[in-house]
């Protein structure tokens, strides 16, 4: 079964490819010929998931995946959420993201925090939506190369390293993508059986 993951990132794409069990093959939008960007104009990130798996499903007819992610950080209030990739400006500059958000944090004791991610699924009229977890905190050091983003300042709750430490193969088990890729595989699993 081929199913197209709607992401220009080719991190993320790999990241899902990886954990994809043999018969179902994982394509990103590059692989489709679709090159143009995909406006994110929702407010949450199940609006925004649901504007991409959409529009590359009403181009392709193919079965589709969407994923949106934030990191939301308890102390203020959410943010930066779903303008995660964004937050310091459209260029989505992670260094920049990084140095605003541990501006805001300063003078801020409690650095609780939770990536997020939501899958939008859509294929022959039907559309599901998954959602993925990873609690966790915000440490005022970068540590690791690994990983993208915010990876680099967020410590996963029963861990001492970041994201950015950990091997690939150990964060990809326990992110929140992966969290909510695991729900849609399940879901494929039931249909199929």
């Known amino acids: 079964m081929k199913i197209c993951f709607a992401s220009h990132n080719l991190n993320k794409v790999r990241e899902i490819a990886e954990l994809s069990p043999s018969g179902i093959e994982v394509v990103g939008l ?4 679709l090159h143009e960007e995909i406006e994110e104009t929702g407010s949450t990130l199940e609006e925004n998931s649901e504007i991409k ?15 949106d992610s934030g990191l939301e950080v308890k102390a203020l209030n959410g943010a930066p959420g779903v303008i995660s990739a964004r937050y310091a400006g459209i260029e989505r500059d992670n260094g ?10 300063e003078g801020i004791n409690d650095t609780t925090a939770q990536f997020r991610t939501v ?3 859509i294929n022959a009229g039907t559309e599901v939506q998954f959602e ?5 905190k915000i440490q005022r050091e970068l540590q690791g190369k690994n990983g993208f983003g915010y990876d680099p300042i967020f410590v996963p709750d029963g861990f001492d390293q970041t994201f950015a430490e950990m091997e690939p193969e150990e964060k990809n088990r326990l992110s929140h993508r992966a969290k909510a890729f695991q729900k849609l595989l399940s879901y494929l699993g039931e249909l199929n059986g």
Do not use: M
Not at 30 to 33: A, E, V, W
Not at 53 to 67: L, N, S, T
Not at 96 to 105: D, F, G, T
């Open 30 to 33: 590059t692989d489709l010929g």
């Open 119 to 121: 899958i939008t699924f």
């Open 132 to 136: 993925g977890i990873v609690k966790g």
């Open 53 to 67: 798996a959409r529009y590359v499903y009403e181009k392709c007819e193919i079965p589709v995946f969407a994923d």
């Open 96 to 105: 920049k993201n990084i140095a605003l958000l541990l501006k805001n944090l």
